[in-house]
């Protein structure tokens, strides 16, 4: 089993930044891929980026240019640093492992609770 933690969500302005953090227990987090997605209201919920175990990454175009996805093994964190924020970008973002990297949230296995982005325009 992995355990997710979400964190560093909250209510921001238009062009501000918030970086999100993912902390994990459990197995190795080594051994899983790991990725953002995020649902607004009233939507499915959709891929926002992924880093693979090998530091590989791949972002949603929506956010390419503007988040970054990124990982600590010794700390067994996954973070998402948001830049140049807009009201489009409000939803709750979830964290998620799984052992293929991949936009695919169906083959992720555990997920986090999810954590709460608004952006005020």
């Known amino acids: 089993q992995v355990q997710l933690v979400e964190s560093g969500g909250g209510l921001v302005q238009a062009g501000d930044s918030l970086r999100l953090t993912c902390a994990t227990s459990g197995r190795s987090f080594d051994n899983y891929a790991m990725a953002w997605f995020r649902q607004a209201p009233g939507k499915e919920r959709e891929f926002v980026a992924r880093?693979?175990?090998?530091?590989?990454?791949y972002s949603a175009d929506s956010v390419k240019g503007r988040f970054t996805i990124s990982r600590d093994n010794d700390k067994n964190r996954v973070y998402l640093q948001m830049d140049s924020l807009t009201p489009e970008d409000t939803a709750v973002y979830y964290c998620?492992?799984?052992?293929?990297?991949?936009?695919?949230?169906?083959?992720?296995?555990?997920w986090g609770q999810g954590t709460q982005v608004t952006v005020s325009s």
């Open positions: 998620a492992a799984g052992i293929a990297g991949t936009t695919n949230q169906r083959l992720y296995d555990y």
């Open positions: 880093i693979g175990k090998s530091y590989n990454t």
